[in-house]
């Protein structure tokens, strides 16, 4: 955990100093350096980052729907905005300073219900079609 507190002051500064956002939930194995979870919500979006035996991973999914299924990685979130290509779901410093200035239009993905449905749908199809070219087509769809 503390690994992970070290990663979420040093490079999210915009998500803890707004007031919206808050940490409402924390997990470790009780290593300092890997295995550990923060979740941050605010009114539109939660942020999960976690340290996951080492690599560092931040996903979004709407506050109003945080359904397993509706959690997206901000590799898949950069892909769906900008058409940016991550070659893996380890978040990059490069990755935090995009969220940073682009945070409204991940917001604005889940501003209202409307939205947050047909984002949700369209992620989770980018997130298939992904899956589809890394790894061919799922034998149950």
């Known amino acids: 955990m503390k690994h992970l507190l070290e990663v ?4 999210f500064d915009f998500l803890y100093l707004d007031p919206q956002y808050r940490i409402v939930d924390s997990s470790s194995s009780g290593s300092a350096t890997t295995d550990a979870q923060l ?3 605010g009114n539109i979006l939660s942020w999960s980052l976690t340290n996951d035996r080492g690599q560092i991973v931040l996903a979004t999914a709407p506050s109003s729907a945080t ?3 509706n959690w997206f990685r901000l590799s898949i979130i ?3 905005l ?3 290509r991550a070659s893996d779901a380890a978040v990059s410093v ?3 300073d995009w969220l940073r200035a682009n945070i409204t239009r991940v917001e604005s993905l889940f501003a209202n219900p409307p939205t947050t449905k047909a984002s949700c749908e369209a992620l989770i ?3 298939n ?3 589809d070219e890394l790894f061919g087509p799922a034998k149950d769809r």
């Open 94 to 96: 490069e990755a935090v």
């Open 82 to 84: 900008d058409g940016t």
């Open 8 to 11: 979420f002051l040093k490079y």
């Open 78 to 80: 950069r892909r769906f």
């Open 125 to 127: 199809a980018l997130e």
């Open 67 to 69: 359904a397993p299924e």
């Open 39 to 41: 979740v941050v919500a």
């Open 129 to 131: 079609s992904v899956a």
